[in-house]
């Protein structure tokens, strides 16, 4: 790979990048994922992606079972070309292997969140969860706001093996109760975002 005139940014490979790529160039920004073999790079958040993910990890925390672990914006490696990085995840306990751990296989995600932002959201909604279901991803998440007075909302997912695509399981706005894939329920009203 040779880099631009400046020295700023790398040329990409004729084929795309690869999984390998996305954690060997050198002084890529935070949160850079790898999409269809595109480096894609995150733009600053706003105070609801943020917030909305404290309060679903801190919820998933308290409830997951002892099997699984809930990780924030870490990288899960979906086949060569795809590695995103979902806003939460919850993965198999067992798939953790340390503090300077990098990244997770898709065959130990249960659970894929991604909270929508305004630069992203054709990814969030279309391309991500397509991928997702595609690799196998039990479940998935798409969390938004609605409204005029952008109340978020929780629409979550479950895959249906023979399809590998992802079937509508409900819709939650003021508190997200689920029991599947495990007992959960959290205040997602907006008070409650308001208060973190």
């Keep these: 790979m040779t880099a631009e005139p400046g020295g700023r940014r790398p040329v990409p490979p004729r084929d795309g990048y690869t999984v390998d790529d996305l954690f060997t160039l050198p002084d890529l920004p935070p949160h850079t994922e790898l999409i269809d073999g595109s480096l894609v790079f995150e733009s600053p958040q706003r105070d609801f992606h943020s917030t909305m993910i404290d309060l679903l990890v801190v919820g998933l925390r308290r409830t997951v079972p002892k099997a699984f672990k809930v990780r ?11 590695s995103p990085e979902p806003d939460v995840s919850v ?29 992203s959201e054709a990814r969030e909604r279309d391309t991500k969860p397509h991928k997702y279901a595609t690799a196998g991803i039990p479940h998935f998440w798409l969390v938004e706001t609605t409204g005029a007075g952008k109340h978020p909302v929780v629409r979550a997912y479950e895959l249906d093996p023979v399809t590998k695509a992802y079937a509508l399981a409900g819709t939650y706005r003021e508190q997200l ?13 907006l008070d409650a975002l308001q208060e973190l």
């Excluded at 924030?72 to 795809?82: A, I, K, S, Y």
């Excluded at 109760?177 to 009203?189: A, Q, T």
């Design 177 to 189: 109760k689920v029991g599947d894939p495990f007992d959960l329920d959290v205040d997602i009203s």
């Design 72 to 82: 924030r914006e870490m990288t899960v490696v979906l086949d060569r070309r795809n």
């Design 91 to 119: 993965v198999r306990a067992d798939a953790v292997t340390g503090l300077e751990q990098t990244r997770f296989k898709a065959a130990d995600v249960l659970l894929a969140v991604e909270v929508v932002s305004p630069d």
